[in-house]
């Protein structure tokens, strides 16, 4: 008897912006095929460049894309979720799964929005981030209602192709990840930013400072990503007591470091939480 492999699932995006292009670029090198990937977006210029630069089939139409598609990633912004989920409800089938990426718009408003007489998709969502672009990206996932185990693992294979996957079971838990993750890339650049300027203040040249920075900070999470060593650890060992690093650290516990970032995360959540009560208010 001859072994069949099952047939490779097809992705539909809708929207072809940033996001959708990481995650377009991360599967085709991750090995997928062309052909089990399409994507709609009104602009022309954006589908011709998805169609150039990864020989995907592309159109304008989001129900055409529905259509082809086992799996369908929503990835517009939150503003327009509701209008562009509505409209695809009817061309959606029970059977198929839809993840959508939007901060800020919750499993409830979705389930109402890509509801039709046939019944409701399986619907996830995904929080990734920008790092996803080189295929180091993190990102939450949590299933908001039934999915099946097919596009459970179809939408993780997905995220997996650009970085970490996290399953959350509890959909509020997503809040935290835009916080630890979705958000944090941006805290990361800003006190790289931080230390050049120290550095500049000192004086280093602007570049020298930033490119010390930069290395710095890549060293740091090489270190603490590549070694079974708690970070703790890290930390310890580079603070040499009486040393520079010391007092270095002291000075950043004056300025009450944890309070601080606690203070930016709790301010992304709140943000997501308007989001979430704005966007998807039922009328
Ligand atoms: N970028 C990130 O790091 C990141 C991280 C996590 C989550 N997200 C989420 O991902 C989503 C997309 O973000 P993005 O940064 O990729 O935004 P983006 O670059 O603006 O991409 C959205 C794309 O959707 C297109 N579009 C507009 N109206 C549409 C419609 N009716 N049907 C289909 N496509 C339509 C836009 O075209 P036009 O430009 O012509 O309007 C644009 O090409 C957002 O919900 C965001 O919250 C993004």
New binding site residues.
């Given amino acids: 008897m001859i072994a069949t492999n099952p047939p490779t699932p097809r992705i539909g995006f809708?929207?072809?912006?940033?996001?959708?292009?990481?995650l377009i670029g991360g599967l085709i090198q991750a090995g997928w095929a062309p052909d089990s990937l399409c994507a709609?977006?009104?602009?022309e210029a954006?589908r011709q460049l998805i169609a150039d630069r990864f020989g995907l089939l592309v159109s304008p139409e989001?129900a055409d894309i529905v259509h082809q598609a086992d799996v369908v990633v929503?990835?517009?912004?939150?503003q327009?979720?509701r209008?562009?989920a509505t409209?695809l409800s009817r061309a959606l089938h029970p059977d198929q799964t839809v993840v959508?990426?939007?901060?800020?718009?919750r499993g409830d408003a979705l389930g109402r929005w890509l509801s039709s007489s046939l019944g409701t998709p399986g619907i996830i969502r995904?929080?990734?981030?920008?790092p996803?672009l080189l295929g180091v990206g993190a990102t939450g996932l949590v299933a908001t209602n039934a999915v099946s185990q097919t596009g459970r693992d179809t939408a993780e294979s997905v995220f997996r192709a650009v970085g970490q996957v996290e399953w959350l079971d509890d959909e509020a838990d997503l809040d935290a990840v835009?916080a630890v993750a979705?958000s944090a890339?941006a805290y990361f650049f800003a006190f790289i930013e931080a230390l050049t300027r120290g550095g500049e203040a000192l004086g280093l040249s602007g570049e020298v400072s930033q490119r010390l920075a930069i290395q710095t900070a890549l060293g740091a999470a090489r270190m603490a990503s590549e070694t079974d060593v708690p970070v703790a650890t890290l930390r310890e060992r580079v603070t040499s007591p009486g040393g520079t690093t010391a007092e270095a650290l002291k000075a950043l516990e004056a300025g009450d470091l944890d309070g601080l970032v606690r203070r930016a995360m709790d301010a992304a959540v709140a943000r997501a939480q308007t989001m979430a009560d704005e966007f998807g208010a039922v009328d």
């Fill in positions: 809708i929207g072809a912006g940033n996001l959708s292009t990481s709609a977006d009104p602009s954006r989001n929503l990835a517009v912004k939150p327009i979720m209008a562009v409209a959508s990426v939007a901060a800020g718009i995904a929080m990734p981030n920008t996803a835009i979705g890339p």
